[in-house]
């Protein structure tokens, strides 16, 4: 049978039968790891699913577990607190409840982030009023009624201190632009640090930012270079959350937070609303002398303000001085004539703003606002 040419029946039958016992056993063995792997499933659905359910029920009964507090306010959660307005102007948007600051907790499936509070909104006092992180199915106040959001922490009132002690919005220099305009992007919690570099693409508050609507008092710039990867975004997604996961794309950032580099045709878009500290004599070069009188130039920047009232590292400018930024150090190691825990000498505040007399400020171009500099000062 064969000759030992080709197979037996028998032998092709017994090879047959081994062959299906194989797919046999592997049938048995992929049925049972398919059936543990929707056991799995099922499992995480169930514990996603409690998880959620245990939320919704902590916010309805007024309680929060595990959640951290600011220091203006005490443990008690859930404390009854008034929204103002984020874009600056100090009017009641909306009454809530405070929720928790805790930088890891998700508001609409996106981490909270840095100085910022999740709030439940019960009475929109203003219901037109665009949200500080809106979403593709939330953008004003009516809107997330019920619902929680998220709010600047120095922008959330709580009844029982009736001040929130988080007084850091500080008013940056912004301008009249146009598309293209090389831009930096200063950090939106009040730091004075640019956190990245870029270019101005529009102010149009019905534009679409990751399918989500600019809103007034923002910008959306192109991010080219990070300067402080690890920085919070503004409005974080899902997918985004730090600076350097926006390389390459376009982010919305506070109007106020974005300095423009200055171009002839600036004057070109008109619809921007620049603070008052700021006109004609932005970004004029100046250089600085030594307070102490020795007359020679320790560092070379250009003017932001003379604003009395402008603060400075948190502290009002005051009278007789000038905030100038920071651009070339001189004189690396002179004192500042106003220095902070971080700053304390010209080189320390290279990309910053600091105060200086303003008769030691001298204007380096044609203006009659500024000290025009006098070559003959001794360098």
Not at 49 to 69: F, L, P
Not at 139 to 156: F, H, Y
Not at 299 to 307: F, I, N
Request: glycine share 6%; charged share 25%.
């Amino acid at each position: 049978m064969g000759g030992g040419v080709t197979i037996s029946k028998l032998a092709f039958l017994q090879s047959r039968d081994k062959h299906v016992l194989q797919l046999g056993e592997q049938h048995t063995d992929m049925r049972s790891r398919i059936k543990h792997l929707e056991s799995l499933v099922h499992k995480l659905i169930g514990h996603h699913e409690t998880m959620q359910n245990e939320e919704d029920k902590n916010e309805q009964n007024g309680s929060q577990v595990d959640k951290t507090s600011p220091v203006s306010m005490s443990p008690k959660s859930l404390d009854k607190c008034k929204l103002l307005d984020w874009c600056g102007m100090d009017e009641i948007v909306a009454e809530g409840r405070w929720c928790s600051s805790d930088p890891n907790e998700l508001v609409n499936h996106t981490p909270l982030g840095p100085n910022a509070m999740k709030v439940r909104v019960d009475i929109p006092n203003k219901p037109e009023a665009f949200l500080w992180r809106p979403s593709p199915n939330m953008s004003c106040m009516e809107q997330a009624q019920g619902k929680t959001i998220a709010w600047p922490a120095d922008k959330v009132v709580l009844q029982i201190s009736q001040q929130s002690e988080n007084e850091d919005n500080i008013s940056m220099p912004s301008s009249k632009n146009m598309n293209s305009i090389k831009c930096k992007l200063f950090n939106w919690s009040g730091k004075e640090e640019i956190v990245a570099e870029g270019r101005w693409f529009s102010n149009d508050p019905k534009m679409l930012v990751n399918d989500i609507p600019l809103g007034p008092n923002a910008m959306i710039v192109w991010v080219d270079i990070p300067t402080c990867p690890e920085s919070f975004l503004w409005r974080p997604t899902p997918n985004m959350t730090y600076i350097e996961d926006v390389i390459g794309t376009k982010v919305a950032w506070p109007a106020n937070k974005v300095v423009l580099e200055n171009s002839p045709n600036i004057e070109e878009v008109g619809n921007l609303s620049s603070p008052s500290s700021v006109n004609k004599n932005s970004k004029k070069k100046c250089n600085l002398l030594d307070f102490s009188g020795s007359g020679k130039i320790v560092a070379e920047g250009h003017w932001s303000s003379s604003d009395p009232g402008e603060l400075v590292h948190f502290v009002p400018l005051g009278p007789n001085a000038t905030r100038v930024w920071v651009d070339i150090p001189r004189v690396p190691t002179v004192s500042l004539w106003r220095p902070t825990s971080e700053l304390h000498c010209i080189e320390d505040a290279i990309g910053t703003t600091i105060a200086w007399p303003s008769d030691k400020v001298f204007n380096i171009g044609e203006d009659d606002d500024l000290p025009q500099f006098n070559s003959n000062v001794i360098n």
